[in-house]
C-alpha cells in the first residue's frame, strides 16, 4: 500500500513531529443521481486514494490539469467535503470524519484562500466586517481589539486601514485577493489552503500576490498546500510539489528533483510544456499527450494514465500502480520502475 | 520578478490604492440613481406616497364619518360637499374610499409579510441544505400550489366565517410558494459562491451563513416579489369582497364598495359609485407594478456589483 512506503518515508527522514498534515488514501466521490427517486446511478471518482504529507513551515504544492481533483482534494483537508474513505491527521488529530462542533477548534488551524477574488469576497459586507468574522465567530477579543487587528492585517498585506469600511467591488482583483489572504490569517493558522490562489490574476499581480504569501509565511511560519495549474507558479512558491492526474497522486518529491528528474511520464509530460523562459535555456523535447482527459466518472482500469501515455504497457491496463517510494523522498506511481 | 511595491513606504501604497479605487459609490446610491431613472417607477413611487399617506391620514382629513347614512341624500352625484358623490345608503364616497384603502393596503401588507416570511424561510432551507430537505419542501410547494386558489378561498373563507385576519392568513398560506421557489433558487446558486465556503471554514453556523452571509444577497428578487406581491393581494381581497366574502360591512374596503356595482340600476344612475373604488384598485395595483419592474431594474446584480 501507499500508505505504508508514505509512513515508513517520514519515520526515517524525519521525526512525525515535524508532520502538520498528513493525508492517507483519502477518496472523495461525489454520486451522480439520476431519475425522480434521485437514485444513485454512478460515482465520479474527484479524488480516489490520495496521500501525501506537509511538514511544518513548507509549501506543498499540488499540481494538474483543471479537473483532476486538486481543488476537491482541498477542499476535503479543509473538511468543506465530507471524505468517502481516507485519513487527514491534522497535528496528529484525526480530522477526516469530525462533526461540524468537534471540529470546531480545528477551524481556527486552517484556513483557505480562494480562487476567485471576486465571489470570494460577500459583496454585501464591508471589509472591515468581513475580516471581524471569524473573532466574531470565536468569540475572540474586544470591539477595540477585533478593530486594531483588522487594521493591523490589512497593512500586513499592503492596503491602507482606512479602507476598512470600503466595499469589495471598490477594490481591483489583486485587492481583492490580498484582503482574502488577510481574512485567511484573521484565526492565526498553521496551514494556508491556497485553492488557486492567483490564476485569476494577472501576471504582474500574480508575483505580488506570491510574494506576500512568501512574506507572510516567514512572519507566521505558515504552512501551505498550494494548489495550482500553473507549473511555473508551483515552481516559484513551493518546496515539495505533487503532481495529480485524474484524481490519483501520480508523482510526489521536492522543487528540485521534481524538475530536474521527474519520472512519471505524466510529469514529463507537463513539463516539457512549460515555454521556454529564457533564450539561451536548452530546447525541451516536447511531448505531446495524445486524446483528452477520460471522463472521472468512469475512469480507466489499471494505471489511470495508460490510455495516453507513451509508454504504456500491458498490465498497465490491469494493475494500479502503487505510489512507491525510489528515491528518499521521491515517491512515483508508475509500472516502469518496478 | 522584484519586489512588490506595496512593500514600498507607504505614502506611495497610498496614492497608488486611491488612484486604482476611483470615485466613491455606495450600493445605495447606485440603486437609487437606477431606479430614479424608470419614470414609470418614480410615478408609482409618487402615486403610491399619496394613496398610503391621505390611507393613513383618513381621519383627519376625511370629510366626512364613512359610516353616516343619510338615506335622503342617497346616491348623490359629486357635488361641493359630497366631492364624489354618495353611495346608496347616502355615504360619502370619499371618506369611505379613505377609510376603505386603510383596510386594503392592510391586508395587502399584512399578508405580503406574511407569505414572504414563510417563503423566505422555507426557500433558503431548501435551497441551502438540499437533498432530501429539498426535496420535501418542494414537493410540499407543488402540492400548495396546485389547490386550485380561488374556490378554496372561497371555501376556506365561507367555513371560517370571514373576518380580516382569517382573510390575511388564508392569502399568506396560499401564496409563499413563488416566493419559496425564488430564493431556493437564489440559494442554490449562491451557496456554491466561495464566501459561503469562506464563512464555512471560518467555522460559521448554518443558521449565521442562511441569515447573515447568503440571505442579503438573494434579498433583490423578493423585494421585487414582494412589491408585486402587495398589489396581488389587493386585488384578491377586492375580488373576494366583490363577491360578497371578504371584509363584511359596515367596514368599508375597496372591493365591497363595488359589490352594488353589481345592481343595474345603480350602474346606470350613479357611475361615481362603482367607478372611484375601481379606479383606486387599478391605480393602486398599477403603482405597485411599476415599482417593482423599477426595482427589479435597480437591484439586478448584474448591474450593482461591477
Redesign the interface.
Known amino acids: 500500500m501507499s500508505t505504508a512506503t508514505l509512513n515508513d518515508s517520514k519515520t526515517n527522514n524525519d521525526a512525525k513531529s515535524d508532520i502538520l498534515l498528513e493525508v492517507n488514501g483519502l477518496k472523495k466521490y461525489f454520486p451522480v443521481k439520476s431519475g425522480i427517486l434521485?437514485k444513485t446511478v454512478g460515482h465520479v471518482k474527484a479524488v480516489d486514494d490520495v496521500s501525501f504529507f506537509i511538514k511544518k513551515g513548507e509549501t506543498f504544492g499540488l499540481v494538474g490539469e483543471s479537473g483532476c481533483g486538486k481543488s476537491t482534494a482541498g477542499?476535503s483537508i479543509?473538511r468543506?467535503y465530507e471524505p468517502t474513505d481516507g485519513q487527514i491527521l491534522f497535528d496528529g488529530e484525526d480530522i477526516s470524519y469530525l462533526k461540524?462542533k468537534q471540529?470546531?477548534p480545528y477551524?481556527?488551524d486552517?484556513?483557505?484562500v480562494?480562487?476567485?477574488p471576486?465571489?470570494?469576497?460577500?459583496?454585501?459586507k464591508t471589509v472591515g466586517t468581513i475580516l471581524e468574522?471569524?473573532f466574531r465567530?470565536?468569540n475572540l477579543y474586544t470591539k477595540a481589539e477585533r478593530k486594531e487587528r483588522v487594521e493591523h492585517l490589512l497593512d500586513r498585506?499592503?492596503?491602507?486601514p482606512q479602507?476598512r469600511d470600503?466595499?469589495p467591488?471598490?477594490?481591483?482583483g489583486g485587492?481583492r485577493q490580498r484582503i482574502?489572504i488577510a481574512?485567511a490569517l484573521?484565526?492565526n493558522p498553521k496551514l494556508i489552503i491556497g485553492d488557486e490562489p492567483v490564476s485569476a490574476l494577472d501576471v504582474s499581480i500574480q508575483?505580488?500576490v506570491?510574494?506576500?504569501m512568501n512574506?507572510l509565511q516567514e512572519e507566521f511560519g505558515l504552512t501551505y498546500l498550494f494548489i495550482a495549474h500553473d507549473l511555473s507558479v508551483v515552481k516559484?512558491i513551493s518546496d515539495r510539489i505533487g503532481v495529480m492526474y485524474l484524481g490519483r497522486m501520480m508523482e510526489v518529491t521536492d522543487k528540485r528533483t521534481l524538475y530536474k528528474n521527474p519520472m512519471h511520464p505524466y510529469t514529463q509530460a507537463l513539463l516539457s510544456a512549460i515555454p521556454k523562459s529564457h533564450p539561451s535555456e536548452v530546447k525541451r523535447e516536447r511531448i505531446i499527450l495524445k486524446g483528452d482527459v477520460p471522463s472521472p466518472s468512469n475512469p480507466p482500469k489499471g494505471c489511470v494514465f495508460h490510455t495516453r501515455c507513451p509508454q504504456a504497457m500491458d498490465h498497465c491496463k490491469e494493475i494500479v500502480p502503487t505510489l512507491k517510494e525510489l528515491e528518499p523522498g521521491h515517491f512515483v506511481a508508475c509500472h516502469l520502475y518496478e | 520578478?522584484g519586489?512588490?511595491?506595496?512593500?514600498l513606504p507607504?505614502e506611495k501604497?497610498?496614492k497608488r490604492?486611491e488612484q486604482?479605487?476611483g470615485k466613491?459609490r455606495?450600493?445605495l446610491s447606485i440603486i437609487v440613481a437606477k431606479f430614479l431613472q424608470n419614470k414609470l417607477a418614480v410615478f408609482g413611487l409618487i402615486m403610491l406616497t399619496i394613496i398610503v399617506g391621505t390611507a393613513l391620514l383618513a381621519p383627519w382629513i376625511a370629510p366626512h364619518d364613512p359610516d353616516f347614512q343619510n338615506l335622503r341624500n342617497r346616491l348623490a352625484a359629486p357635488s361641493g360637499e359630497f366631492l364624489l358623490g354618495t353611495d346608496h345608503l347616502g355615504r360619502d364616497i370619499l371618506s369611505r374610499l379613505l377609510y376603505g384603502g386603510r383596510v386594503s393596503l392592510f391586508v395587502g401588507f399584512v399578508a405580503m409579510v406574511g407569505a414572504v416570511t414563510i417563503g423566505t424561510t422555507v426557500g433558503a432551507v431548501a435551497g441551502y441544505f438540499g437533498g432530501l430537505v429539498d426535496?420535501f419542501l418542494m414537493r410540499l410547494v407543488d402540492i400548495i400550489i396546485s389547490f386550485p386558489n380561488i374556490f378554496l378561498l372561497i371555501t376556506l373563507v365561507a367555513v371560517l366565517e370571514p373576518s380580516l385576519d382569517k382573510l390575511i392568513m388564508v392569502f399568506a398560506f396560499l401564496s409563499w410558494t413563488g416566493t419559496a421557489r425564488l430564493v431556493r433558487g437564489e440559494f442554490l446558486t449562491l451557496k456554491k459562491?466561495?464566501?459561503v465556503?469562506?464563512?464555512?471554514?471560518?467555522?460559521?453556523?448554518n443558521t449565521?451563513i442562511i441569515f447573515g452571509?447568503i440571505l442579503?444577497?438573494a434579498m433583490g428578487p423578493v423585494i421585487v416579489a414582494a412589491t408585486l406581491a402587495v398589489g396581488g393581494f389587493i386585488l384578491a381581497e377586492s375580488a373576494l369582497s366583490f363577491l360578497g366574502l371578504g371584509v363584511q360591512p359596515p367596514t368599508s374596503t375597496w372591493g365591497n364598495m363595488l359589490t352594488y356595482s353589481q345592481s343595474v340600476t345603480i350602474f346606470r344612475t350613479a357611475w361615481w359609485y362603482p367607478t372611484f373604488p375601481g379606479v383606486m384598485i387599478l391605480l393602486t395595483v398599477l403603482s405597485f407594478n411599476f415599482v417593482g419592474d423599477g426595482l427589479r431594474d435597480a437591484l439586478d446584480p448584474r448591474v450593482?456589483?461591477?
Do not use: C, W
Not at chain 1, 157 to 160: E, I, K, P, T
Open positions: 434521485q477542499r479543509i468543506l461540524e471540529l470546531k477551524r481556527k486552517i484556513q483557505m480562494f480562487q476567485d471576486f465571489s470570494s469576497l460577500n459583496p454585501r468574522e471569524p465567530v470565536h498585506v499592503g492596503l491602507m479602507l470600503r466595499y467591488h471598490e477594490f481591483s485587492q482574502g481574512r484573521t484565526l508575483s505580488q506570491l510574494n506576500i512574506d516559484h | 520578478m519586489k512588490p511595491e506595496l512593500n507607504n501604497g497610498e490604492i486604482t479605487l466613491r455606495s450600493l426535496a459562491r466561495e464566501f465556503l469562506a464563512a464555512r471554514t471560518i467555522g460559521m453556523s449565521k452571509q442579503p444577497s450593482i456589483e461591477k
